[in-house]
């Protein structure tokens, strides 16, 4: 089952990410919202990311989706 990670701080945004995901795909997979990228990033594992898509917000207060992206392929051990 494909695992799917979307971490936007605006919630209609969240739903028309979901809308356009249940549009296209055509497998099972698991959808995980978060609202900001201080409660994904706390939500992993120490083991890694359990994600095989992440779609980030450039945009968000706090932690935003450019240093959150730079912060996993860090810990994945990725250029």
Do not use: W
Not at 27 to 37: A, D, M, Q, T
Not at 41 to 59: A, K, N
């Amino acid at each position: 089952m494909l695992k799917i990670a979307i971490c936007e701080d605006s919630e209609i945004f969240v739903e028309i990410i979901k809308k356009n995901i249940e549009t296209i795909l055509k497998v099972p997979y698991e959808l995980h919202p978060f609202l900001s990228g201080k409660e994904f990033i706390t939500s992993l594992p120490e083991i890694g990311c359990p994600y095989d898509i992440v779609f980030l917000d450039i945009e968000m207060p706090g932690l935003d989706g450019i240093t959150l992206g730079r912060r996993l392929r860090q810990e994945l051990g990725e250029n």
